[in-house]
């Protein structure tokens, strides 16, 4: 069965670092780009950010200015998001999403991970 | 970037009714949209790719149409499960996605 499992958010003070985890299952990690998609308490989904399949092309939302970093060990099945200077509007759920092959619409989404900035 | 709006933003409806959704993009997409439903407390599902792919699984009930700036999803009667929020998504310029606000289908 094809699986994606987030972990790491948690409650962080405003200006700290967090490290989300996907421990990806039931496919070929590496044949696959992979995202992050959030969404805020109420409001709708925000992409991320994109990592290619050998982790060689990552993209990013420009609204959040260098401060998160895409990441994936393809031996370890799993993707990262490295986020820093977190900031109250960086509260949401995370997801990770693995893109229909060849389609680019997320056909495989983890359940979440909540981000909670506050102090 | 391509923005994309959707309406209307609620949609008050009985079971057996029929469905139409509209989405419309800032700039043409092609037929690069894509239709998702969310319920409360679950990711996204895929419902619709390309416009009008029923992704796998997805009941026939389920139809996307359009190309260009303007796309419909349409749910030709709706079921108690159906009732949710949905969403669409361009790929037009991958890997810069985006999504619309979303419709939330609620029972009048």
């Known amino acids: 069965e094809v699986q994606l499992l987030e972990s790491g958010g948690g409650l962080v003070q405003p200006g700290g670092s967090l490290r989300l985890s996907c421990a990806a299952s039931?496919?070929?990690?590496?044949?696959?780009?992979m995202t992050w998609v959030r969404q805020a308490p109420g409001r709708g989904l925000e992409w991320v950010s994109v990592?290619?399949?050998?982790?060689?092309?990552?993209y990013y939302a420009d609204s959040l200015k260098g401060r998160f970093t895409i990441s994936r060990d393809n031996s370890k099945n799993t993707l990262y998001l490295q986020m820093s200077s977190l900031r109250a509007d960086d509260t949401a759920v995370y997801y990770c999403?693995?893109?229909?092959?060849?389609?680019?619409?997320?056909?495989?989404w983890g359940k979440g991970t909540t981000v909670t900035v506050s102090s | 970037e391509i923005v994309l709006t959707q309406s209307p933003a609620t949609l008050s409806l009985s079971p057996g009714e029929r469905a139409t959704l509209s989405c419309r993009a800032s700039?043409?997409?092609?037929?690069?949209l894509g239709w998702y439903q969310q319920k409360p407390g679950q990711p996204p599902r895929l419902l619709i790719y390309?416009?009008?792919s029923r992704a796998t699984g997805i009941p026939a009930r389920f139809s996307g149409s359009g190309s260009g700036t303007d796309f419909t999803l349409t749910i030709s009667s709706l079921e108690p499960e159906d009732f949710a929020v949905y969403y669409c998504?361009?790929?037009?310029?991958?890997?810069?996605?985006?999504f619309g606000p979303g419709t939330k289908v609620d029972i009048k």
């Open positions: 999403a693995r893109p229909l092959g060849g389609h680019y619409y997320m056909d495989v």
């Open positions: 390309d416009a009008s």
């Open positions: 700039q043409s997409i092609s037929s690069y």
């Open positions: 990592i290619s399949g050998s982790g060689g092309g990552t």
């Open positions: 039931g496919f070929t990690f590496s044949n696959y780009a």
């Open positions: 998504q361009q790929r037009s310029n991958w890997p810069r996605i985006t």
